[in-house]
């Protein structure tokens, strides 16, 4: 950091240029590293006006001294601070612009996230480059996190969400924060085997942008190995917990045990066997959207948006994920062929948000073809002034599901009004809500890529085989428990859901009485073509030896005996409900309906 000086000063007097807003102030240049910085510092000045230039300059020095003879971030920020305030602020958005064609689509923040890895020494490089992501949208963005990290997790009746004014878990407002950007919550859209989805209707002119409706999708409830709910309902006893508390406590851990195994880690392209059950279901919601929606969620949710939208490329104008993990490859590509025919102003646009650190992002096999941006996830003791730290544990533990871009939002300086108000009745993160050791918690920019040059370590691969791993005895593993605890409510769900997307009925009256007949039957009923799959994926035994009679011996030689095993049985008769089935099924007679044919 140094000043251009125009005479020799005296030994015993120190004089230098006066300090400028957002510069530091410069010194004699001492060593060689110095004197290069200076000399690139003097050049940046000299092409004022020349984005393309500067661009060259400021890229030549990151490499020599950056790339090829990596410093320690204490020692490079203020070298690099220097020569990004060299740009003028008039030419800053177009030398980030030709630096990134410089660098075949890698942008400057991109670089900075990846060379200065301390956040702290990060922060305020970044405030002098232009922001990662344009103001539009960004405030589109973060209004799209309340949806897909919050709201859509929730089962309120669209009437209790457009009417909530504090949501207990991270504290935000859903109903100021709906009216403000003007959407109004639909109904709840319940699915089978854990699928859950919410659309967000748009009030014409009250939406700050072009009013596109918003269909989320809810990701994993929970990372839950307890497909039974034992282990869930034993602690809640041990805690003291009442009786119908232990058994809420059961229910959430087999619902979330359902997200995890079936959809996360099941030998299968994670969120496709949430998506092939519910293909019929999905199909009738995106015909009543009237305009071309906006795709989003969280983790699986996440998943799963971007599969339904590379199956209803017609349906979708945009995607945004948040912590996502990738899809198929073919689907990207497919939708990639889909997206180049299209008219540019109609062509698909997709932004995937993460945070450095969480491991979800790195399954699936590609993202939606559009922009990735990463975020690192520091904090410190709240009311301190320890420097902010990015810590391993707690970022397994709060990172994945941290609001990402409303604490980034909480961290800058100037904000539209649109902005301002996300901050004041948005999400927050839950660290900071923590009431034994409350934190405070920022998001510091790392990195933006386009989706084909993804930096991720992928582990698809490794993820599907530990899935067809999890298989040690019929009837045993966790992915069998989970089919069995759960196939006897889909599989009535199903045959209600046959009604419910049946046309000749008219009224949830009529609905409801014909539903009241196959609930109150005493017959086994059939399973669904889907769950029949499911069981062949999942490699469930059809039979086992039969441990009674093993063998038979007659002249022609010795025959294993077998007998079916109980999913083996549920192919050949079908499957029995139980009362608390029945039972349950009967009290989501509303949302069934609702969820096929809308409010």
Not at 13 to 34: D, I, W, Y
Not at 183 to 193: E, K
Not at 284 to 300: E, F, W
Not at 515 to 542: C, F, G, P, T, Y
Request: glycine share 6%.
């Amino acid at each position: 950091m140094y000043t251009n000086r125009t005479a020799p000063a005296a030994p015993s007097v120190k004089t230098a240029a006066p300090p400028t807003s957002g510069t530091p102030t410069p010194r004699q240049p001492s060593t060689p590293l110095q004197a290069a910085t200076f000399k690139a510092v003097q050049a940046i000045k000299l092409a004022a006006g020349k984005p393309e230039r500067m661009a060259q300059i400021l890229d030549q020095w990151m490499d020599q001294h950056l790339r090829q003879n990596p410093l320690k971030d204490a020692a490079a920020a203020p070298l690099v601070q220097n020569l990004l305030a060299a740009i003028p602020v008039k030419d800053r958005v177009a030398t980030a612009q030709a630096y990134a064609k410089l660098n075949n689509g890698t942008t400057l923040s991109a670089s900075l996230g990846e060379l200065i890895r301390d956040s702290n020494t990060r922060a305020p490089l970044m405030a002098l480059i232009p922001p990662p992501v344009p103001q539009v949208t960004l405030t589109l963005d973060t209004f799209l996190e309340q949806i897909a990290v919050g709201l859509v997790y929730s089962n309120q009746t669209a009437a209790q969400m457009n009417a909530d004014t504090h949501e207990d878990r991270r504290g935000s407002n859903p109903a100021a924060l709906l009216k403000h950007f003007g959407y109004t919550a639909g109904p709840l859209i319940l699915g089978r085997w854990g699928f859950q989805m919410r659309v967000f209707y748009p009030t014409a002119g009250k939406t700050p942008w072009a009013p596109q409706p918003i269909v989320a999708f809810r990701g994993t409830e929970g990372v839950q190995f307890d497909p039974r709910g034992d282990g869930a309902a034993a602690a809640a006893r041990k805690k003291g917990q009442s009786v119908p508390e232990q058994a809420q406590a059961r229910r959430a851990a087999i619902e979330g045990s359902v997200d995890t195994l079936i959809g996360d880690a099941s030998p299968a392209p994670i969120g496709w066997l949430q998506v092939q059950p519910n293909k019929d279901l999905i199909k009738a919601n995106l015909t009543r959207l009237g305009a071309p929606a906006i795709s989003t969620g969280h983790s699986l949710g996440g998943a799963i948006a971007q599969i339904v939208t590379a199956l209803h490329p017609a349906s979708f104008r945009q995607v945004v994920t948040f912590q996502s993990p990738g899809i198929e490859q073919s689907l990207v590509d497919g939708l990639r062929t889909t997206n180049n025919w299209r008219p540019p102003e109609e062509r698909l646009q997709a932004r995937h948000y993460r945070a450095n650190g969480d491991v979800v992002p790195n399954a699936g096999e590609r993202n939606i073809d559009g922009q990735i941006y990463t975020f690192d996830r520091v904090s410190r003791p709240q009311g301190t002034r320890q420097p902010f730290s990015s810590n391993v544990i707690e970022n397994a533990r709060s990172g994945h599901v941290a609001p990402l871009l409303s604490t980034y939002v909480r961290g800058q300086r100037t904000l539209s009004p649109d902005l301002q108000f996300l901050v004041q009745n948005g999400m927050r993160d839950e660290a900071t809500l923590d009431k034994d050791g409350p934190r405070e918690v920022q998001t510091v920019f790392a990195g933006a890529y386009a989706s084909t040059q993804d930096p991720k370590a992928n582990v698809e691969r490794a993820r599907m085989q530990a899935g067809k791993a999890i298989s040690a005895y019929p009837g045993l593993d966790l992915l069998e428990t989970a089919f069995y605890v759960n196939i006897a409510y889909n599989t009535l769900l199903s045959h209600i859901e046959t009604l419910a997307a049946d046309k000749s009925i008219k009224t949830l009256a009529a609905f409801k009485t014909r539903a009241a007949a196959v609930i109150n039957s005493d017959e086994h009923l059939q399973l669904d073509k889907d769950d029949r799959e499911l069981a062949r994926i999942l490699q469930m035994d059809m039979s086992v030896i039969d441990m009674d009679n093993p063998v038979t011996i007659n002249r022609s030689g010795v025959k294993t005996n077998t007998q079916p095993t109980i999913v083996g049985r549920y192919f050949e008769q079908g499957v029995k409900i139980p009362p608390d089935v029945k039972t349950q099924i009967t009290a989501q007679l509303d949302i069934i309906w609702k969820s096929w044919r809308g409010e």
